[in-house]
């Protein structure tokens, strides 16, 4: 089964952890994308949700739809959270950010009760790091930050947009991609770069997703945290 049907499947899987009355944390990137389109048709049928959206692309798609759309000053938690990911460990850890919406998706993560990653099959790894691991770092700080992580053994890339440019996130920081190969210890890394000054957000989630649902071909794998 291509992965386009198995993203559409594990958003499909996750329709039935929302509730009425919920406020719903929107991931953002292709899969979450399934995830928004499917929720705009349950609202279009009735369902009564409010949205927190994770990105600008987000919100456009679930304004396009219909789905009526809250922020953090009105309701600070969120019920449940919805999000794609880049690689999912058997820890239920995870890299985000490859759609560039990792600071914004790790605060909807960290306000949210129920968080549930949705991913085809060929996101589930062994050893984190095969995908280049987003960091997210102010402008200013980009060259020093660039260097320490060089240090720590991974080949750093700037990111650049289509037209060539350093990428901009929503907060109109810039991202490193940084390659280190295998993560061997997730939880030191994170550290080691939430230490740096100037980086202000990375893509390791660590001890955030309560649920997993893989798709794989026409089958759901469920894992849940312990
Ligand atoms: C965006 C993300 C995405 O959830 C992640 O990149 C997965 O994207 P896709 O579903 O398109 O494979 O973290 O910042």
Redesign the pocket.
């Known amino acids: 089964m291509a992965?386009e049907q198995e993203?559409e499947a594990a958003a499909r899987a996750s329709l039935r952890f929302i509730k009425n009355g919920q406020i719903v944390g929107l991931?953002?990137?292709?899969?979450?994308?399934y995830f928004i389109q499917l929720l705009g048709e349950q609202v279009k049928k009735g369902l009564k949700i409010r949205g927190i959206p994770?990105?600008g692309r987000s919100a456009e798609q679930a304004a396009g739809l219909g789905i009526p759309l809250t922020t953090f000053d009105e309701f600070p938690e969120i019920d449940v959270t919805v999000?794609?990911?880049?690689e999912v460990d058997s820890q239920l850890r995870?890299?985000?950010?490859?759609?560039?919406?990792?600071l914004r998706?790790k605060i909807v993560a960290s306000a949210t009760r129920q968080y549930v990653?949705?991913?085809?099959e060929s996101?589930r790894v062994a050893v984190l790091g095969k995908f280049p691991l987003?960091v997210e770092v102010i402008k200013f700080a980009q060259p020093v930050v660039e260097r320490k992580i060089h240090r720590l053994g991974a080949q750093v890339d700037l990111r650049l947009d289509s037209a060539g440019k350093p990428y901009l996130t929503d907060e109109n920081n810039y991202i490193l991609d940084c390659r280190f190969g295998r993560i061997s210890d997730p939880p030191g890394l994170a550290r080691q770069l939430s230490d740096m000054p100037g980086v202000v957000e990375h893509?390791l989630f660590i001890g955030m997703a309560n649920v997993v649902l893989f798709a794989r071909g026409n089958e759901i794998v469920e894992l849940r945290a312990g």
């Open positions: 992965h993203k991931g953002t990137g292709s899969t979450a994308a994770s990105s999000d794609g990911a880049d995870l890299i985000k950010g490859g759609g560039g919406a990792l998706e990653i949705i991913a085809d996101k987003p893509g």
